[in-house]
């Protein structure tokens, strides 16, 4: 390095000496992270999509972690364009926990700082059951409106029999809410298929909907509260006994 | 739930896994019939959480075998590489909503890349952030393909898709088995 014409030795970072408290913070919720084993190999890196957007890439993010760097971590947008999808974790060689690292740092801010628009679906879900803010009136209104077509345009399936909140149903599915608010003509060939196998099936009212959102925010509280409310209403109210994923 | 420790006695399954299980039971009559001279060529989109992250392949070779039954081994293209080691397409972890939309595309650039090298025309993406993703990085980057839903692609193969549900079929495949 030079600086002012005289050649200055750079200094030795002292690892000892470093304060790494969201290394610290993290590792006290997830104790086999496993950070401090990092080779700094760059698999992770090698096979990550998201390597290279905003100038960043998981393998750089961990040592910003183990060097303390928590200010540059915090405020670095590359949390949101990471998808944690998990392919860095699996394809190392130390299975360090990376996407809860991300998931850790995405919670770490203040709430209403996080990105609008998966704070606004967030919110959303745990108002009205779906990340589309649709309320179930219109929810079960669509799905009625659809299977009535159906009948009556499809001789085949003039007994298809479609319910929202049928108590004693075998099975519970829940759906996307793009589906019934943006293509509800693309729910008719599922209820077709399980009108073919006899399914006993039914949606429910209460977190109808697949998505979540409130996970995207590292919104813990949020998560919780809508898969307490969608368990409550199955095990209380319908008393199904499978719950099916439509995705 | 495991996450939260939320007590439940439901079991929990995918819609995949059932159409797998009614295939093998005989309860859905599947074939590929339909497909044999078109030769229309199908691929798969492995989502993240029903693959890599659901902690085996289950779901994802059954994805598979549902797939091939109803459009026939010979025309599934498999993307390199697949299944737990897929590639995210960068739709998910609320990427769509985040305010990224240019990094999320170039982040979809390896997915396209990787869907364009199959050649196949429809790719099945069983999840809605995957679904849209895909659809859009096809525009995007100038795809020719269409992203369908498994059910759809059912329905079209044991002849009972109506002509109200093939919005989203190409011109090939719209006047197919009505």
Known sequence: MISGGIIVMPKTIQLDELECEFKDEILDR?????????????TCTGGCPASEQLDMDPRK?????????????????????????????????MDIAIPKFIYSLR????????????????????????????PKEDFIFT???????????????????????REGAYMVLNQNSREPVTEPDELGPLWKILHLVGADWTYPSVMWAGENYCMFLADDEGWKYIIEEFVYHIENNLKSKLVVNTE | ???????????????????????????????????????????IQDP???????????????????????????????????????????????????????????????????????????????????????????????????????WTLLCLAMGILDESERTYLGPDLAEVGL
Request: hydrophobic share 35%.
């Open chain 1, 107 to 134: 919670g770490s801010g203040p709430r209403d700082k996080r990105p609008k628009g998966i704070l606004g679906s967030c919110d959303q879900h745990i108002k009205s059951g779906s990340a589309m803010g649709v």
């Open chain 1, 61 to 93: 993010f961990l040592r910003m972690l183990l060097l303390g760097m928590d200010d540059e971590l915090k405020s670095n947008p590359w949390i949101w364009v990471c998808t944690m999808c998990g392919r860095c974790q699996s394809a190392c060689p």
């Open chain 1, 30 to 42: 997830i104790p086999d992270a496993n950070f401090d084993l990092c080779l700094t190999c760059g």
């Open chain 2, 1 to 43: 739930m495991r996450k939260y420790n939320i007590p439940h006695t439901f079991k929990l399954t995918t819609i995949i896994e059932l159409y797998a299980q009614w295939i093998r039971e005989g309860k859905l009559k599947v074939n590929s019939d339909w497909n044999k001279d078109l030769k229309v060529k199908f691929t």
């Open chain 1, 143 to 165: 799905v009625e409106d659809v299977a009535e077509e159906i009948r009556e345009n499809q001789p085949d399936f003039k007994d298809l029999d479609v319910s929202v909140d």
């Open chain 2, 48 to 150: 993240c959480n029903i693959g890599r992250k659901s902690g085996s392949d289950k779901i994802v070779n059954d994805l598979r075998f549902v797939l091939k039954t109803a459009v026939g081994d010979e025309n599934f293209i498999d993307t390199i590489p697949n299944r737990s080691n897929n590639f995210c397409c960068g739709g998910g972890g609320g990427a769509l909503q985040a305010g990224f939309p240019d990094n999320r595309q170039a982040y979809g650039k390896v997915k396209f890349d990787q869907i364009m090298a199959t050649g196949a025309t429809y790719v099945i993406a069983p999840c809605h952030n995957c679904h849209a993703q895909i659809e859009d990085i096809g525009e995007h980057y100038g795809g020719n393909y269409h992203v369908v839903h498994l």
